[in-house]
């Protein structure tokens, strides 16, 4: 499967972003997804990951409350909705994609990785 990660650009704290993460030449229902990030320096983090139905989703501590984690099987797509955006969410954000049921929080457990798209959170 191939992913393509999109929607990030520059928002004032406090704002709210949308990503997406399209993706293409398999059965993308039949696999799991999870967002991580990438701020300068650091090492990648863990932001949310949700199943292959949608059903069950699970997110990193800091962004619990204000990010969702959404999928839309029919148009092969995941989203993450971005509320209440800090300037420590600054980074570069992932997403990727294993076949398996349930989710996955660690990045090396997943096999399929997008480009990343760029959130600056501006103070």
């Known amino acids: 499967v191939q992913l393509q990660a999109s929607g990030g650009g520059l928002v004032q704290a406090g704002g709210s972003q949308r990503l997406s993460c399209a993706a293409s030449g398999s059965t993308f229902s039949n696999y799991a997804v999870g967002w991580f990030r990438q701020a300068p320096g650091k090492e990648r983090e863990f932001v949310a990951a949700i199943d292959w139905s949608g059903g069950v989703t699970y997110y990193a501590d800091s962004v619990k409350g204000r990010f969702t984690i959404s999928r839309d099987n029919a148009k092969n797509t995941v989203y993450l909705q971005m509320h209440s955006l800090k300037p420590e969410d600054t980074a570069v954000y992932y997403c990727?994609?294993?076949?398996?049921?349930?989710?996955?929080?660690?990045?090396?457990?997943?096999?399929?990785w997008g480009q990343g798209t760029l959130v600056t959170v501006s103070s």
């Open positions: 990727a994609a294993v076949l398996t049921y349930g989710v996955r929080i660690h990045y090396r457990e997943y096999d399929y």
